[in-house]
């Protein structure tokens, strides 16, 4: 099972969400420890500026920035609507 080392940006970040946001984060990130390429993340590196990371689609509207350190670890940057990939 993966694990998740958030930086403090992304901890600052997701408490600033609705609960109801959290609570669906929370799932996803589940789903994620177990298979970070489930085909309900929507995973995708991403282009750009930005190429270093990859993300997961928490829904329709709320995505997780994150790297892969290694096969098991990965470093959770930010979560918020696509303004974060400004």
Known sequence: MIKIFPTSH??????????SIQKLADQKTQLFRKDPFDSRLK??????????????????????LFKFIDQEKVLFYDIGTHQIYR
């Open 10 to 19: 992304f901890s600052q970040s997701f408490r600033r969400l609705p609960s």
């Open 43 to 64: 995973t995708h590196k991403l282009k750009g500026r930005l190429s270093r990371l990859s993300s997961f689609s928490v829904n329709y509207q709320y995505r997780i």
